[in-house]
């Protein structure tokens, strides 16, 4: 697999629509084309279903290098690899020929948020209930990336009373198609950052049948913890990776190419700019040595793995609030203009942060793990 070679065009259409994706929160249609062209939404799916088989690390540096480019696209990618890395888990028996669909050129994305329970993704509030045929999804999602746009939708909503073998509260995750009846986008939502990645609120109201379930009754709750979570954290780290690397490079080279006029000298040649600098370009190195480290261990897990699943998104998610605040305090001004694209990297930064699990949640966690203590 030459993943170079499939990223280029893929960068190239992303870059190309980043600063008009972010100027009208346009669906960035033109890079997800690329992207079902390169074969990458197959990346980290197997090569019997027609994926490309790659691992964690693969993941990093396409989502790192795709989020330099624009960040939206790069959200909407990571959100269709965690819901396919969930139904790769747990096939629903319903549609033999799923994973292979999404390996090609079927989008998917996540539907696991709700209003009642916030950041808590893995804790739906909607209750589904049994009727002929399948099982009743009401639900109403307050953040769904590609909204509207994706095929396949991966619904979270709480097990039917009479299937909870595993207990109250138990949860269930259905494939939905993007094109059905009782699927709607519930509004608009323009954010401070990634702003063309289409999250906005949907409203699920269908019978699903059980042969569009995701494993056993009651087993969601263990898929989104055991297959989604650590993809999710991990390739939204690697967003934060490109972004920070971004918003570097755009700082070095405006200090070193801007010139004061009346002594020539250029903005680098300035202590406390070479200073701030070097501050942010040894954190970066240091984030993505920890996100590569993360990466590994999931690939090949031992007893550090939930430690790295925990802490990768909260370390790269911190790491692009400094990086991206000393990049526009570096470069003053002329970051909050348009031609740098720094105040686009600052914005995106912070919609990663606060998506769930929260830098917050997730040091909580954290300190819960290494103190012997249970998650939940």
Known sequence: MDLSARLTPVLEAAGAGAKEVDASGAFPDAAVAALRDSGLLGLTLPTDVGG????????VEALSAIAAACGSTAMVYLMHVSAAMAVAAAPPPGQPDLLARLARDTL????????????????????????????????????????????????????????????????????????????????????LGLRGNASAPMTF???????????QAGGGFDLKLQAVMPWFNLGNAAVSLGLSQAALDAAVGHASGARFQHTGESLAELPTIRAQLARIALDLSCVRAYVVQAARSLAQPDETTTLHVLGVKAVANDAALRITDT????????????????????????????????????????????TGQPLF
């Open 205 to 215: 109201d269908l019978v699903a049948p059980e042969g569009d379930r995701l494993g």
């Open 52 to 59: 490309l088989g790659g691992g964690p690390e693969d993941l």
């Open 108 to 191: 998917a994305t996540l539907a696991l948020s709700e209003a009642g329970s916030r950041s808590h993704f893995w804790a739906p509030v909607s209750q589904g209930q049994r009727e002929d045929g399948g099982v009743r999804v009401q639900a109403r999602k307050s953040w769904v990336t590609s909204a509207g746009y994706a095929d396949v939708y991966v619904v979270s909503t709480l097990t039917p009373h009479d299937l909870q073998a595993n207990g109250q509260g138990a949860s269930d995750l259905y494939v939905v198609a993007g094109s059905g009846p009782g699927i709607e986008v519930a509004g608009p939502c323009r954010g």
């Open 327 to 370: 990049a526009m305090r570096v470069c003053g001004g002329a970051a909050f203009s348009e031609h740098l694209q720094l105040e686009r990297f600052f914005r995106d930064a912070r919609a990663g942060h606060v998506m769930a699990p929260t830098a917050d949640v997730l040091y909580d966690f954290y300190g819960k793990a290494v």
